[in-house]
């Protein structure tokens, strides 16, 4: 996990205000944090820049397949 003082966190623009499935990301230089916006404190899931590319790759790839 980042340090505390370092993280920014973005919300996905999937997300929404109705208490929607929401996703919060922090980019760092080699690794990228993921957590529920619902559960702040809850537990966050840390991958390689490396790691969260090919998983963004392979979600661009099943949307595309799906339309």
């Known amino acids: ?3 505390s003082s370092n993280i920014v966190w973005r919300r996905s623009s999937y997300s929404n205000g109705m208490g929607g ?3 919060e990301v922090a980019a760092g230089h080699e690794v990228v944090t993921v957590r529920d916006s619902k559960n702040t404190l809850g537990p966050q899931l840390t991958l390689s820049t490396a790691a969260w590319r090919g998983f963004i790759r392979a979600l661009a790839r099943r949307e595309a397949e799906a339309n």
């Open 21 to 23: 499935e929401c996703l």
């Open 1 to 3: 996990m980042m340090p």
